[in-house]
């Protein structure tokens, strides 16, 4: 079960990947489609307008944009 964290809202667009980078930012990419490189990233969206500026990250957690375009995180089953 995911955990909400950070209400964004943010508005996918599509042909673009969307991530949590390493740095706490949502993070997005053009994706390589037939033969096309992809692009270089871009900052979206700093979450410092919702208080928590940027995520902290914890190990044994996977960070991901929901379907709602806000960041939330789910226990890794990893040992």
């Known amino acids: 079960m995911a955990e909400k964290l950070v209400k964004l809202g943010i508005k996918r667009e599509d042909g673009f990947l969307y991530y949590i980078g390493k740095d706490g930012f949502v993070w997005r990419a053009k994706m390589a489609r037939g ?40 226990k890794m089953a990893r040992k």
């Not at 871009?42 to 500026?53: E, M, N």
Request: avoid cysteine; proline fraction near 5%; aromatic fraction near 10%.
């Open 35 to 74: 033969g096309k490189k992809g692009g270089k990233p871009s900052k979206v969206v700093a979450t410092a307008k919702t208080g928590s500026y940027p995520i902290k990250k914890q190990t044994g957690y996977l960070y991901f944009l929901d379907k709602n375009g806000d960041v939330a995180r789910a």
